[in-house]
């Protein structure tokens, strides 16, 4: 190809008998005024007009399309890594650009020019000296405290299984981050280091709320898959921001609900709460009562979010929503039992970026479901239509 001005691997050039066909020779009077084309493009034909230097692309052998702005690294990972057609070879090679591309798998002594020029970029921003290399078989307490509370603070806030603490793949990343640090145990992580986090924590959130007047608890208990009745306490202060204050198990404690809201609100200073706020269930109502009585600055509220869902409730048992969310719940259920009217679907809202993503269902405990669950089929709408005439033909 006359554009080809790297002579790089046979295999990338290969020449295509279908490639003169399908050009236009507009396309070519173009691209010989500008940048010579990456080769990948011999494995692809052009769709579309070009918008900044960038058109759509088509997969020779597999028929894959990206209809605009197809960028040469979207290529080659396609044939790289999703092309099912593709001789192995050329995947091979392309997956090798890949590698190479984020520098990853690389070793030191790498003759590869790409690598060099990552590496040369490296050292102009950070030489390193002799004794820094030696610096890192040797850490100090105060580092390895710092990394202990990260350490706990990213399994904790990020919701990774404590056992991965130990996975060797783990273990390998941190060692070479920094091979003096030893990680711990899955134990120590989840038990000595949790707790002196937790209490860390906790000795800040009382150290700012010692300052705070006129502030609320708010509270809400709910029933554990096993029985345990859980209260949370949740103290909000002026500025709005929310503390947690405890997460209790009355059960466990043998504690009425009543004592264990006066407590909490004595152990921070009854006289900086202004408000009380839960939900309407007779015990909560009652305790409120029996605070309010004790101190009677402190206001019993009741929670407007649990008022809404009420409402809500009440709307969605109604004939005209029950029915509309009956319907909803048909559609949804039928992409989800259906595999492949489901992969169908699936591909057209990645294809046509659709807000929010696909389809919701509805569960009667968790109100807010029900507007997810209407929506997602009003933003699908076009999709929907389009898939049921495929799913029809087909
Ligand atoms: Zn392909």
Same mark, same amino acid.
């Given at each position: ?9 046979? %295999?990338? $050039?290969?020449?295509? #008998? ?19 084309? @990456?080769?990948?493009? @011999? ?8 918008? +900044? ?27 790289? *890594? ?62 390895? +405290? ?7 603070? &990213? ?16 273990? =390998?990343?941190?060692?070479? %981050?920094?091979? !003096? ?7 120590? %992580?989840?038990? $000595? ?8 924590? +906790? *000795? ?65 200073? !009854?006289? =900086? ?18 605070? @309010? ?16 869902? &009420?409402?809500?409730? =009440? ?8 029915? *509309? ?24 809202? &990645? ?7 696909? %389809? ?14 209407? $929506? #997602? ?6 999709? *929907?239509? @389009? ?8």
């Amino acid at each position: 190809m006359s554009y080809n001005s790297y002579e790089q691997d046979d %295999l990338l $050039n290969q020449p295509n #008998s279908e490639d003169k066909n399908t050009e236009n020779p507009d396309t070519i009077k173009k691209r010989k005024s500008g940048r010579p084309k @990456n080769n990948v493009w @011999n494995f692809f034909i052009e769709l579309g007009t070009r918008v +900044q230097g960038h058109c759509g692309a088509k997969c020779k052998e597999c028929g894959w399309e990206k209809k605009a702005n197809a960028k040469t690294d979207d290529l080659e990972t396609h044939l790289g *890594l999703r092309c099912i057609k593709v001789d192995y070879k050329i995947k091979e090679q392309y997956m090798n650009i890949i590698r190479d591309r984020e520098n990853l798998g690389q070793s030191i002594d790498n003759n590869n020019q790409s690598s060099k020029k990552v590496k040369l970029n490296h050292d102009r921003q950070h030489q390193q000296r002799i004794d820094e290399h030696y610096e890192s078989l040797n850490i100090n307490n105060s580092k390895v +405290q710092m990394a202990n509370q990260a350490l706990v603070k &990213l399994f904790v806030c990020c919701g990774i299984p404590f056992h991965l603490v130990q996975h060797p793949f783990f273990v =390998d990343f941190v060692k070479i %981050l920094c091979p !003096a640090y030893i990680l711990p145990s899955r134990q120590q %992580l989840s038990s $000595n280091m949790l707790n002196s986090e937790i209490s860390h924590i +906790q *000795l800040k959130i009382d150290a700012i709320l010692e300052k705070e007047t006129y502030m609320t608890l708010g509270l809400d208990g709910w029933t554990s898959p096993v029985g345990q009745s859980f209260y949370a306490f949740i103290i909000t202060t002026q500025s709005g921001k929310e503390y947690i204050h405890s997460i209790q198990n009355l059960l466990k404690e043998s504690y009425t609900s009543t004592e264990r809201i006066i407590e909490v609100i004595e152990s921070v200073g !009854a006289k =900086d709460f202004s408000a009380v706020v839960s939900d309407n269930t007779s015990s909560m109502t009652k305790a409120k009562k029996i605070v @309010n009585e004790k101190y009677n600055h402190i206001m019993p509220i009741r929670c407007i979010d649990h008022h809404i869902n &009420l409402i809500t409730t =009440d709307i969605c048992k109604l004939p005209f929503a029950e029915e *509309l969310l009956k319907k909803c719940m048909k559609v949804v259920k039928y992409f989800k039992a259906s595999h492949r009217a489901g992969e169908e679907l699936y591909s057209e809202i &990645l294809e046509k970026m659709v807000k929010g993503g696909g %389809l919701k269902s509805y569960v009667k405990t968790c109100w807010s479901t029900a507007f997810d669950c209407t $929506n #997602s089929v009003l933003s699908c709408e076009t999709i *929907l239509k @389009n898939v049921s005439t495929f799913i029809y033909i087909n």
